[in-house]
Nanobody, 122 residues
């Protein structure tokens, strides 16, 4: 069973920064998703198993950066220039499938963390 543990959420003022971290029980292609109250869960960013490819939702491009430290099986999401509309529960997700270069498709994310709350005040 894949285990994912997130940390780093909190309350920040608009324009501020937060860094989320996710530690996995193994090495996987990873992604971050978020869900605001009354809204569907949406994709935020993803990083390939190798770390060589990343992708971002248009809403966060240029403000968020996903990275990974393979030796520690951790993935981070650095969030800068935060906006109130970024407020949501953020979930780390893992896509099993072994070593590969490409990013997983959305349906390949099979395992999820417990979520961490991010609140951005205006």
């Amino acid at each position: 069973q894949v285990q994912l543990v997130e940390s780093g959420g909190g309350l920040v003022q608009a324009g501020g920064s937060l860094r989320l971290s996710c530690t996995a029980s193994g090495r996987y292609a990873m992604g971050w998703f978020r869900q605001a109250p009354g809204k569907e869960r949406e994709y935020v960013a993803g990083i390939s198993w190798s770390g060589g490819r990343t992708s971002y939702a248009d809403s966060v491009k240029g403000r968020f950066t996903i990275s990974r430290a393979n030796a520690e099986n951790t993935v981070a999401l650095q969030m800068n220039s935060l906006k109130p509309e970024d407020s949501a529960v953020y979930y780390c997700a893992a896509a099993p499938g072994g070593p590969r270069l490409n990013l997983p498709s959305m349906r390949e994310y099979k395992f999820w963390g417990q979520g961490t709350q991010v609140t951005v005040s205006s």
